[in-house]
C-alpha cells in the first residue's frame, strides 16, 4: 500500500510557472514508477508525465514536452512536476499515481495501482 498526496497546485497567469509535488508513504515497492495525470472538467483523465524508479526514464505527453519537466526523490519519497508556460488548456485537477513494477513503463491510467486526491491548477488572467 501507498498514499500519495499532492500540493502546489492554484491559480497562475498564462505564461508563468506553478511546481506540484507528490508525497508517498507507505510500501516504496508500489512506487516503482510514478506520473502525473490530469483531468479538466467534461473529459477524461489524461496522461501528462512519468518517471521511473531510477529517474533514468522519462516520459511526456506531446502536448506538455518542452514545458514540464517531472522529478523524484526516493530518499524523501517525492515526485515533483515543474510547469511552465502554462495555458488555458492546462487548466485541470492534477493527480499524482504510482505503479508497481511492469514488464513495460506505465503510461496508461488503468496501469496505475495508487492515486492522490488530486490538486487544482487553474491558468487564467
Known amino acids: 500500500q501507498v498514499q500519495l498526496e499532492e500540493s502546489g497546485g492554484g491559480l497562475v497567469q498564462p505564461g508563468g510557472s506553478l511546481r506540484l509535488s507528490c508525497a508517498a508513504s507507505g510500501d516504496t515497492l508500489a512506487s516503482y514508477m510514478m506520473g502525473w495525470f490530469r483531468q479538466a472538467p467534461g473529459k477524461e483523465r489524461e496522461f501528462v508525465s512519468a518517471?521511473?524508479?531510477?529517474?533514468?526514464?522519462?516520459y511526456y505527453a506531446e502536448f506538455v514536452k518542452g514545458r514540464f519537466t517531472i522529478s523524484r526523490d526516493n530518499a524523501k519519497k517525492t515526485m515533483s512536476l515543474q510547469m511552465s508556460s502554462l495555458t488555458p488548456e492546462d487548466t485541470a485537477v492534477y493527480y499524482c499515481?504510482?505503479?508497481?513494477?511492469?514488464?513495460?513503463?506505465?503510461?496508461?491510467?488503468?496501469?496505475?495501482?495508487?492515486w492522490g486526491q488530486g490538486t487544482q491548477v487553474t491558468v487564467s488572467s
Open positions: 518517471i521511473d524508479w531510477s529517474a533514468d526514464n522519462t
Open positions: 499515481a504510482s505503479s508497481l513494477p511492469r514488464a513495460t513503463p506505465a503510461m496508461r491510467k488503468e496501469e496505475y495501482d495508487y
